[in-house]
């Protein structure tokens, strides 16, 4: 059974923030819009009810984020616990604890994984994440292809930072057997303005074009309606899929996701304020499944489209 909210929007993924804690400090941080600090985390036990009762419910996709997943010492356990319910169970790291992971992770029954890597030039890449930490999160890289894949490498492009690397990352994806993701800046619509924005805001329709004029092959995905260009490269053709979210409609339009916050709550949207319906304290005090369903119900009937 698929729910759908008011906007005939099916709700098909679950994108779990499992902690606040972080390992690095980039300066972009949109921290998944839990923009408040949490004390309590969810446990392995909890996770697992919430994703066992969401998957009758038709969520078929987990994606596990943060924060940093990878910074929970449970992380193996919670992975272990929520895989018999879910089709495709997803993490999105900054890839620095991935050499040492990458296999357990796959053994414990994670399919796959996200890895922002957003330049390979050490001092850019320090600029960006505030951490020196280039080599250990290419270790990683390789690491994942081998037990995780399709990987696929997130580059959040910032202008006047790493917009002149988008095609040697592109080639370098292509070596490395890994799925280039181009991601425009993101922001509520209010920090439009700010001079923040301004000045590191790269839009990517350029790219997109330049993208359609090289490609052998362009796909659409279900999920936010993104592009996914197949373009040659000197190491074989490179797949490059481009997250344009802002001012987007079709892309809100596409969303299939309900997101969950390390503390316990629904919330709705990236960007919307306002919008977190909790559950961890009905979970904490012997709520029953129906009413454990019940909220979630609800909390898809709030699900509202940000740029319409
Ligand atoms: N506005 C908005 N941005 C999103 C949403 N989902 C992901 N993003 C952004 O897309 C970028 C890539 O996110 P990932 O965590 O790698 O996950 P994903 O690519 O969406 O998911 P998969 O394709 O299933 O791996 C990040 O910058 C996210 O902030 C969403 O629902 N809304
Ligand atoms: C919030 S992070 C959490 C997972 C993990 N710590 C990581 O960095 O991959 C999820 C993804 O969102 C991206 N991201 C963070 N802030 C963003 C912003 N303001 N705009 C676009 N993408 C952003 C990150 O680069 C990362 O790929
Ligand atoms: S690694 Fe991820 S969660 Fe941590 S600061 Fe960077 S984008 Fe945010
Ligand atoms: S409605 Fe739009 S901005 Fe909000 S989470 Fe979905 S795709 Fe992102």
Known sequence: ?????????PVTNLRISLTQDCNFRCFFCHREGQHFNA???????????LVRIASRLGIMKVKLTGGEPTVRSDIIE???????????????TNGSRLKELAKPLAEAGLDRVNVSLHSL???????????DMLDTVLEGIEEAVKY????KLNMTVMRGLNDAEIWEMIDFAAKTGAILQLIELEAPREMTHTGFFRKYFYPLKPVER?????AVEVRERRMHRRK??????????AEVEV???????????????????????????????NDLVDFASALRSGASDAELVGIFREVVQMREPYWK
């Open 148 to 151: 995780l894949s399709p990987v």
């Open 39 to 49: 004390r309590l985390e969810l446990t392995p036990a909890e996770i697992e009810r």
């Open 1 to 9: 059974m698929t729910l759908y909210d008011r906007f005939g929007r």
């Open 210 to 214: 330049e993208l359609e004029k090289r």
């Open 243 to 273: 997250v344009r979210a802002m001012h987007n409609t079709v892309f809100c339009a596409n969303c299939t996701r309900l997101r969950v916050t390390s503390d316990g709550k629904f919330k709705t949207c990236l960007l919307r304020k």
């Open 121 to 131: 030039r050490p001092d850019v890449y320090r600029k960006i994440t505030g951490v």
């Open 78 to 92: 919670i992975v272990k616990r929520i895989k018999p319910y879910v089709k495709d169970l997803s993490m999105t």
């Open 228 to 237: 996914k260009y197949f373009v040659p490269t000197d190491y074989g053709i």
